[in-house]
């Protein structure tokens, strides 16, 4: 089966207009900004290295992106989204902090990692932990867990 010449040019036209809707509904995407967030986790009055800091979005979906950290040496913590250190968007988040070591501290250097921090820091549902990201730079107050 062979095309004429004018229906060749309406497929072609109608294929034409597919591909341009497919295109423009995909461009339509806005990506949502992020901020540089930054701050510092103590315990007991000393950094929490390698502690982990994980933010949950209020209100938001179960597979919303979750802005996570981990503490340096000396307390500091800068937030990813994507990509290392990008921040996270603005809103109301609840935080939780898990600080997962090694066991060797309490002689069983052969154990599985521990988390030294009570577990209700590692829920956002019961860390009382809550963080608000601003439209710009955010510095956070200190968390001092004991």
Known sequence: MTLTGSLRTRLGLALLTATLATVAAGCGKKETPLYPVTGKVFINGKPAEHATVV??????????????????????FKLTSVSAGDGAAAGDYAVTVE????????????????NFLAAKFGK???SGLKAQVQTAPTDLATIELK
């Open 99 to 114: 600080w997962w070591l090694s066991p060797v501290n309490r002689g069983d250097p052969d154990g599985p990692p521990v």
């Open 55 to 76: 933010f949950h979005p209020v209100g938001a979906a179960p597979d919303a992106v979750k802005p996570r950290a981990t503490v340096g040496p000396d307390g500091t």
């Open 124 to 126: 956002p549902e019961t």
